[in-house]
């Protein structure tokens, strides 16, 4: 897998008491038109039988009880927390960091290796990590480090972090970071499509600047995710116009820091970990489900909180 080099993606939340509002409403990404012919893709008829697990569990069978993975620890699934790195030893992290890695870059190609130190540079990835297990507390956190200490860091190493996420079939992988490049349209594409048909569920958080598309949150294949103000973790949402799909708490919200501290932070980011977090639940409740299963089984479950 060789990504495009050269670009660079950031996270860009305000970490600070009084940040703005981030919405929901942004306006599509442009697509080119199709100019060649189509054909189907596949041509034989649709299976109708269930998986194993599925067939018998029947998490779509009824709306009364379609919420049920709510109650679920997380116990089971492995998350994947692409940012800054982890604080594994602070306290709202649970000692649920199970490994860290960090993505090299050289001479134009990445490499994803162990990071002895384990060092959160900047506290973004602790904070992500903080709300993923208050939510999740049975679920091993794995911290992928692709941002350095200036809160920057390049496509190319978000691009092998995802890689990584899909070759060891991690369950869930939460990226509070996005970039903006046109020119990583087609890699993040080909990417959060193989993860997607890998059963890995992506949570993205959307760009904070109003009508920006970001990559790879405008893509359907990952569960896209922006701010609400509502501070509550379990109230959460369900956008039915693109580009993003799901609301949660993002404002004013308080998160682990760098040196054990914590802080007050508001932006996308921080609400993208809530929807990983809860996806981590219906992963331990229902471990065979597909990423549309998941997403229709999390927009069924949106605005009941608890």
Known sequence: MRPRPGHRATC???????????????????LAPVTSEAYPAWSEPFRTEQRDGLARKGPFRDD???????????????????????DGDHPAVGGRLVRSLRVEISEGDGEVVEDEGGDDVVGHGTACAGIIHGLAPDAELISIRVLDPNNKGKGLAFAHAIDWAVE???????????????????????????????????????????????????????VS???????????????????????????DV????????????????????????????????????TPFEAKTLLARAANRGR
């Open 168 to 222: 060891h079939k991690i369950p869930v992988a939460n990226m509070s970071l996005s970039s903006r490049s046109e020119q990583l349209y087609a890699t993040f594409h080909d990417l959060v499509d193989q993860a997607y048909f890998a059963d890995c569920l992506l949570v993205c958080s959307a760009s904070n600047y109003l009508g920006d598309a970001s990559y790879p949150s405008v893509f359907s294949s990952v």
């Open 12 to 30: 860009g939340d305000r970490s600070t008491p009084n940040g703005g509002r981030a919405g929901l409403e942004r306006p599509a990404a442009q």
């Open 64 to 86: 009364a009880e379609s919420a049920d993975w709510l109650s679920a620890s997380g116990e089971g699934v492995t998350v994947v927390i692409i940012d800054s790195g982890v």
């Open 225 to 251: 995710v922006a701010a609400h103000d509502i501070p509550d973790p379990l109230t959460f949402f369900y956008n039915p116009r693109p580009p993003v799909e799901f609301g949660a708490w993002g404002v």
């Open 254 to 289: 308080p998160v682990a820091w760098l040196g054990g501290s914590n802080i007050i932070a508001t932006g996308n980011s921080f609400a993208a970990p809530h929807i990983a977090g809860l996806l981590a639940r219906l992963r331990s409740a229902y471990p065979d489900a």
